[in-house]
């Protein structure tokens, strides 16, 4: 862990990402304590420009809400998509690319055409599909963006696997008789971790993408407030109230651009190879 968190501490964007990044979980942990105002409540008069008026540093929108309460809480929701969906994500890729990778063959045939129907079709309009039938809500939007998230990681994991099923610690634990499973989860996938983490990261960073977007698009959860909602909602009265798209438009760039930077990071920390260099 030592060696991991100097070859990370080289990347100096990564660390500001890191940095950014703690302070985003850390706005939407205590969301509650923070926010001034009922996100949702008409607290003062529309339009307030930002920092007229105590209390509103950024202002108001066309009915009277608090975008800075807006802000605080879209957080809590964004991370909670991001972070939820690609854990789904995961699961579901990683199964398959691991029988895939592990079994080869028939096996390896069947899944891979599988996983190809998937990525036939583009997923953010695969997204929005499938969002419009089961009816917008947290849950329905972090289901959507799963199901379209999983097929890179299937295909990575596959080739992790293919490359890692022929090495010598495999054939030690198949002629101790070791159980399929247990080879699996315990040998190969701990081997095959660092990209599955440094993809991971990234996905995220997709993940709430996608949930902005859908959010922009009206397809977000109604009775939760997100940024891609405060967009969307701004996006009739840009140039009235300019600042009802810069906040939460601010928030998901350094958001994104965070978590991208701590994903190289990752891959610099789990890179070994970059012992006593910098970057």
Do not use: H
């Amino acid at each position: 862990m030592k060696s991991f968190w100097l070859r990370f501490g080289r990347n100096k964007g990564a660390v500001a990402g890191l940095a950014v990044l703690m302070l985003v979980t850390l706005v939407a942990l205590v969301g509650p304590w923070l926010a001034p105002n009922d996100p949702w409540g008409m607290v003062q008069q529309p339009f307030l420009r930002p920092w007229t008026e105590p209390g509103f540093a950024m202002g108001t929108d066309t009915l009277g809400r608090d975008i800075l309460s807006g802000v605080i809480y879209g957080a809590r929701v964004s991370l909670l998509i991001g972070a939820v969906s690609t854990v789904a994500a995961l699961l579901i890729g990683v199964t398959i690319g691991a029988l895939a990778g592990y079994f080869g063959g028939w096996v390896d045939s069947g899944l891979m055409r599988f996983t190809e129907i998937f990525q036939a079709v583009p997923s953010f309009a695969l997204a929005i599909v499938l969002v419009a039938i089961f009816q917008p809500s947290v849950d329905s939007i972090v289901a959507a963006i799963a199901i379209v998230s999983w097929p890179p990681v299937a295909r990575l994991v596959r080739g992790e696997f293919l490359t890692l099923r022929q090495r010598d610690f495999v054939q030690a634990a198949l002629l101790a008789g070791e159980s399929t499973p247990r080879i699996i989860l315990t040998q190969i996938l701990p081997n095959a971790m660092s990209p599955i983490i440094v993809m991971a990261s990234l996905m995220v960073a997709t993940a709430i993408l996608l949930e902005s977007s859908l959010s922009f698009l009206g397809l977000g959860d109604p009775n939760q407030m997100s940024w891609g909602y405060m967009v969307g909602s701004a996006r009739t009265v840009l140039r009235q109230a300019w600042w009802m798209a810069l906040f939460p438009g601010l928030a998901i760039v350094l958001t994104v651009l965070a978590l991208n930077l701590v994903g190289e990071g990752l891959n610099d920390g789990l890179n070994t190879r970059l012992n006593g260099r910098t970057r």
